[in-house]
């Protein structure tokens, strides 16, 4: 049986024995290469259900959807690695109970599905610690490489013109799962921190803030790399970051339900080579 | 001829020990460049990263931030804290580009009226050989441009 039918089957039964109410899963896009999110609450309907390796997009943005946990009811959800850790990430931060989550893990390395053991974030947490030993393939070493060598002023050259494409749609802000904010910064006008207006300046901003917010919490799922319109490089500075808090504080996102927040926690021998 | 070229510098300090380093520095009358805006706050905890894109986005040519020792902290861990979001704040700004001599970090408590004194003529120093932050202004200018249709 392949991992779609199987799922499927998983799916119904999960829904007719009321284990849970709702599954989160992928259906049909608009065209071949595309998966959109499918929100199931009857077994009949679990034949839409589609698996496959483009089923890329993290879905556990949507288990923050007001209301939908609210009632203590279960929801399942088709989560890749970066998924789980999301989930991690979320419960640590106390916008969720794990335990009303049940994981349909799967992933894809190198095209090719698998199945995912596990239903709890407890059962993924080995798989989780070994993805902390390696450095992601899509996350483009090579260009990351090459902007480190550069100057300040090549780098900053290179950024401006990046973000200087930026409209300010917030459609990186909407597809990530870490950015549950009701009130994001950007919306704040009492102080106004960030210009509002899509000139290069304003842009800036707000993609620093954004890198900043995201700091020890992205999971690097690409949600937001793959929503931007004008196709700038969030993936980098995701990358970058990561790169930074797992060297200066050992910290991977998302290893498990009561991780400390990396910047909501300290050490008193935290580095400080670069204070005066 | 055009007038030499005077850094902006901005100091966000906390008022139990780097503020008081500063007072300390003007009542024992040490002379220090007057380059320097100082804002005071409560603790360096409160010094969001916000403050230094604001102070960019105002024309700063340089920033200071400075606090207790670690270990001095009137609330016992604002200062690790805010280590803490410094190193990661510091280490993005690099890779966008903001040249990190631009935004310096210290620890100067109440008795150390010289160090805050030297250390405001130093950065005041190293800021006037950089220059001002011409490719920041760039973009400053470009906000107050008509827009083009
Ligand atoms: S910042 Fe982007 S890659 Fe990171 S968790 Fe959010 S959507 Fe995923
Ligand atoms: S998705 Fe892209 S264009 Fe839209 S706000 Fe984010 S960075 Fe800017």
Known sequence: MSIEQLYRTRAKELLSSGEVKMVIGYGAGSNKERRRPLFITSAEECDKLVLDSACISNLSGYLLTEGLLSDEKRVAVFLRPEGVRALNVLAAEAQLDTAQIVIIGFDSPKGELKALEGSSVEEFTALITALKEITPETAGEEQLAKIEKMSPEERFLFWQEEFSKCIKCYACRQACPMCYCRRCIVDSNQPQWVNTSSHTLGNFEWNIVRAFHLSGRCVECGNCDRACPVNIPLRLINRKMAEEVLNSFNHFAGTSKTQEPVLASFKKDDSETFIL | MSEPFEPKITAFVCTYCTYAGADLAGTSRLKYAPNVRIIRLPC?????????????????????????????????????????????????????????????????????GLKFADLINSITEDIRKLGPFDQYHKLIEETQAPASL
């Open chain 2, 44 to 112: 360096t905890g409160r010094i969001s990263p916000m403050f230094i894109l604001k102070a960019l986005q105002k024309g700063a040519d340089g920033i200071l931030i400075s606090g207790c020792h670690p270990g001095d902290c009137h609330f016992t861990h604002g200062n690790y804290h805010a280590r803490r979001r410094w190193m990661v704040f510091r280490a993005l700004l690099a890779f966008t580009g903001i040249p990190e001599e631009r935004i310096k970090y210290s620890w100067i408590s109440a008795a150390e």
